[in-house]
């Protein structure tokens, strides 16, 4: 593998041979999106650490939720341009441009999600994700109330909060590993 090709600047080896349930798990990656994320492949030197943070993923951007897939990939992606993580804003962008149909939604999520025409649901939304990340220590009963006036239930209020924790954290390790998002996110769904 050249030095391209590594998920990050750290050099920590996947696991080899990869146990079974991680060999299909990166095969259900490879059938569905043409590839296995680079974030797998640089967690996978830890087997733990990568099944921790796959159901962590899965489950927030995943499961059951009264967000939308959409809804919660334009949070990774508001907070992901907040703290500049590459990576998630590559990765996450692509997401957006798909399961929103537009590529232009796509890139203003990426450079500055207040220039996108987002329905009033959206934008509080968003505004609370920014808050989270950059004064969570000042999220007041009103921030949760404007959030309920825009038609989120406080299990969604949970969801939104846990979906920018978790992109939070995630953002910080991509940036301090200089994580990079595989080059076919560059091209996806435009």
Same mark, same amino acid.
């Given at each position: 593998m050249s030095a391209s090709d590594q998920p990050t600047a750290l050099d920590l080896p996947m696991v080899d041979p990869l146990p079974d349930e991680t060999r299909k798990y990166f095969d259900v990656c490879e059938d569905k999106l043409g590839m296995v994320p680079n974030v797998l492949r640089a967690y996978a030197f830890d087997i733990d650490k =990568?099944? +921790?943070f796959t159901a962590m993923y899965n489950d927030l951007m995943l499961a059951g939720s009264g967000l939308s897939k959409l809804e919660r990939e334009m949070i990774a992606v508001a907070v992901s341009s907040i703290n500049k993580c590459f990576y998630c804003l590559t990765a996450h962008g692509a997401a957006v441009r798909q #399961?929103? &149909?537009?590529? /232009? =939604? &796509? /890139? #203003?999520?990426v450079m500055n999600w207040r220039a996108a025409d987002l329905d009033k649901r959206q934008t509080a939304m968003l505004e609370f994700a920014e808050k989270v990340t950059k004064a969570s220590a000042e999220i007041a009963e009103a921030d949760r109330q404007a959030l309920r006036d825009a038609g989120f239930s406080d299990r969604?209020?949970?969801?939104?909060a846990s979906v920018a924790g978790f992109f939070n954290m995630s953002n910080?390790? +991509?940036s301090a590993t200089d994580m990079r998002p595989n080059r076919a996110y560059h091209a996806m769904a435009r």
């Open positions: =990568l099944n +921790a #399961l929103s &149909g537009d590529p /232009e =939604l &796509g /890139e #203003l999520m969604d209020i949970f969801d939104i910080r390790v +991509a």
